[in-house]
């Protein structure tokens, strides 16, 4: 079982930035692809952005593309969401995620495991 734990969440303006961070420790993280959801209030929990296990492919959301860049550090078992342009409709709290696979899902249903969530908040 891998352990997630995300950092980085706080209040921004419109138009700023921020960077997420998703420490991950236990059964061989760095060989699994890895994700980023979020889910705002009343809303359904939303594929954000993938990576896979090398870092070599990643795939996005279009709402965030162009503005959100995954990235990860196998050697410090970290992975990472470079968020730039935010926008209010950005507001949410964003879990990372792992498979137990090294290609790229979308699919919530493959990961297995799951951060607590940090609250990202767009002010306008």
């Known amino acids: 079982q891998v352990h997630l734990v995300e950092s980085g969440g706080g209040l921004v303006q419109a138009g700023g930035s921020l960077r997420l961070s998703c420490a991950a420790s236990g059964r061989a993280s760095s060989s699994y692809s890895m994700g980023w959801f979020r889910q705002a209030p009343g809303k359904e929990r939303e594929f954000v952005g993938a990576?896979?296990?090398?870092?070599?492919?990643?795939s996005y959301a279009d709402s965030v593309k162009g503005r959100f860049t995954i990235s990860r550090v196998n050697a410090k078992n970290t992975m990472y969401l470079q968020m730039n342009s935010l926008k209010p409709e950005d507001t949410a709290v964003y879990y990372c995620?792992?498979?137990?696979?090294?290609?790229?899902?979308?699919?919530?249903?493959?990961?297995?495991?799951w951060g607590q969530g940090t609250q990202v908040t767009v002010s306008s």
């Open positions: 995620a792992t498979t137990y696979r090294p290609s790229i899902t979308i699919r919530p249903n493959d990961y297995g495991s």
């Open positions: 990576i896979s296990w090398n870092g070599g492919s990643t």
